[in-house]
């Protein structure tokens, strides 16, 4: 009668085996990107020195197209859902500060330190890993959660990370001389600007013309292969000692306690579509930003943070599973 009240083993076998391929017809992409990068360094065709230069490319033109491009092709309405926007940021902030607490308070580090472990801990690859999941969970719904998603990390968690860090990087002096200078230093983001030039053009109605639109949206699509191929040109060379030290606590607190955060938000503050806040916590236990090491090179991190994405990446293809099985969504 199991075809009467319910799936037979057989069915949620073949649903959890489909599963798995969904997610390694996701993930093996990313792994075959980040090898081509590691094999053009490691065979002598691009140095590590290049990746900088990728990366350049990456942070000041790449992704402030993508995040323009996300902020100005959405309606305010479409991106603004409050009280998923309210939860996932609250989550977010919440594991922020746990990875601050643990840096800077437990191990007596700079505050430069905390925010970047912060940031990978903090900040999911939706696009690209968590969108292409949430499609087969929740189908249309999910484009509009992941622009909540890209408002959160654009317009939330990156100028709150950023800012801490450039307080750490330039902390000397008066408090009022180190906040004007990351004040200025932020309006000069590439990042922060393409994140408000987008707002203001949601805001305003106006259509860009059609070869902007293109400029666009060709810049932004080289955002992820070309930092995926930076993580593995950047892993060529690492030692396993260059690799060590906040790796694991940047990978457990973004696979466990970030969905663990924003489930603690959901349980606290109850969300009407259950549906869309299983996809949020689900989203939440992602692995971080793909661009997560170029976010860091800046700092001289973008080694350990590349480390980190990669075995993020792998161990993901587990917890991911297990988050999928926990919510009864696998």
């Given amino acids: 009668m199991a075809f009467i009240y319910g799936p037979s083993r057989t069915d949620t076998a073949i649903h959890h085996g489909l599963a798995l391929l969904t997610i390694l017809s996701i993930t093996t992409p990313i792994f075959l990107l980040i090898a081509f990068g590691f094999a053009a360094v490691h065979g002598g065709m691009l140095t590590r020195h290049d990746m900088r230069g990728l990366g350049g490319f990456v942070l000041n033109f790449a992704l402030p197209a993508l995040l323009f491009k996300a902020m100005s092709q959405r309606t305010l309405v479409e991106m603004i859902d409050l009280h998923l926007l309210l939860a996932y940021s609250l989550g977010s902030i919440l594991v922020a500060g746990l990875g601050m607490v643990m840096i800077c308070l437990v191990q007596k580090r700079s505050l430069r330190s905390g925010a970047l472990v912060a940031m990978g801990m903090s900040m999911s690859n939706s696009a690209f890993i968590g969108f292409p999941i949430a499609s087969q969970l929740i189908g249309k719904q999910a484009g509009p959660m992941l622009a909540v998603y890209a408002a959160v990390e654009s317009m939330v968690m990156m100028p709150i990370l950023f800012t801490l860090a450039e307080v750490g990087e330039n902390g000397s002096g008066r408090w009022t001389t180190v906040i004007g200078g990351v004040l200025k230093r932020m309006l000069k983001n590439p990042l922060i600007v ?17 070869p902007l639109v293109r400029a666009v949206d060709m810049l932004s699509a080289a955002s992820a292969p070309v930092a995926l191929f930076c993580i593995g040109g950047t892993l060529a060379g690492l030692s396993l000692k260059e690799m060590s030290g906040d790796i694991v606590t940047i990978v457990a607190g973004k696979l ?6 924003v489930f603690a938000v959901f349980f606290l503050l109850p969300f009407g579509n259950p549906a869309l806040r299983t996809a949020a916590i689900i989203n939440a236990g992602m692995p971080m930003l793909s661009i997560y090491p170029i976010l860091a090179q800046k700092y001289g991190k973008e080694g350990i943070s590349a480390a980190a994405v ?3 990446t792998v161990v993901s293809f587990i917890t991911i599973n297990a988050l999928l099985w926990l919510t009864g969504s696998g």
């Fill in 310 to 312: 990669v075995l993020a």
């Fill in 256 to 261: 466990i306690l970030h969905p663990l955060s």
């Fill in 194 to 210: 393409a994140i408000i030039a987008g707002l203001a053009v949601t805001a305003s109605g106006l259509s860009m013309p059609a």
